[in-house]
């Protein structure tokens, strides 16, 4: 792998499982009991503001009792110790990448510990539960939300991750069911751009055949190997 110096990682929620956050496609299509129409939209944010607040207040309390595994302080070795470039994209809402101590990375779909005002776009770090019309502290409008991207909404910061999946000599994949889009594409993108795809994921996903290789397994034992291996290379 002497010939890789830029590297685009693609996290979900596989990475944080053994952690102990729940997986969402897991038994029953189900989120933690919920269907994901119910939390996950705009939709369902405006008809029970009440349950759509509440559902992530618990996944954010959450956060206090968990903690970073193996495969996010691999990444955050691998973050401190690679001279070339890299991005890590999580789709996650946890805090947990950043937590091990990664910097190089973005959340793509929001994320837990923020909040974000739906009247001027303002966001704050948000660590408490985030009732409904909970006032701006920057426009006092009532209108502050969980920072997360539902459903139907566009992902964040996509130039920035389609400028650095077409500078990609290497495309990985960790723990994602290739179900969710964009993201879901991105391996077929940075295979268009010419890049080496590898996927770490506990079982086959919707996208394995377009990886050029697929290793199956925890990510907690296959991340730390796969980071010694870039790093010895
Ligand atoms: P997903 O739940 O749809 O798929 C998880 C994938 O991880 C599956 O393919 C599964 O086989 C694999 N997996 C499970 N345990 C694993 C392990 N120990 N090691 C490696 N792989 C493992 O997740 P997704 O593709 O990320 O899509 C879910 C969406 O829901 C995301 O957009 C995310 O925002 C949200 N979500 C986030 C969290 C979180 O922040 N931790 C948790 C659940 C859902
Ligand atoms: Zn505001």
Redesign the pocket.
């Known amino acids: 792998m002497s010939d890789i110096r830029n590297i685009v990682v693609l996290t979900?929620?596989?990475?944080?499982?053994?952690s102990g956050?729940?997986?969402?496609?897991?038994p029953g299509g189900l989120?933690e009991g919920h269907r994901v129409e119910d939390v996950c939209t705009p939709e369902a944010l405006a008809a029970d503001p009440d349950l759509v607040h509440r559902f992530y207040d618990l996944r954010r309390a959450a956060l206090s009792s968990v903690r970073p595994n193996p495969a996010h302080e691999a990444l955050a070795r691998l973050d401190r110790a690679w001279a070339g470039g890299l991005l890590i994209v999580t789709?996650?809402?946890?805090d947990l990448h950043e937590r091990a101590g990664a910097t190089r990375m973005l959340h793509m779909?929001g994320a837990l510990r923020q909040a974000l005002c739906a009247a001027c776009g303002a966001r704050f770090a948000w660590a408490d539960a985030l009732p409904p019309a909970t006032p701006c502290p920057a426009c006092a409008a009532p209108a502050l939300r969980p920072d997360i991207v539902f459903f139907g909404e566009i992902p964040y910061q996509m130039e920035r991750i389609e400028a650095a999946l077409a500078q990609a000599d290497l495309f990985v994949s960790?723990?994602?069911?290739?179900?969710?889009y964009p993201?879901a594409g991105f391996v077929r993108l940075a295979d268009a751009y010419g890049a080496r795809t590898l996927e770490?994921?506990?079982?086959r996903?919707e996208g394995s055949d377009w990886f050029d290789e697929s290793r199956l397994g925890?990510?907690?034992t296959?991340v730390p190997q796969w980071v010694e291996q870039m790093l010895n290379a």
């Open positions: 979900g929620a596989g990475v944080s499982a053994e956050i729940a997986t969402f496609r897991g989120w789709q996650n809402v946890d779909h960790i723990g994602t069911s290739g179900a969710v993201a770490l994921n506990l079982d996903s925890p990510a907690g296959l």
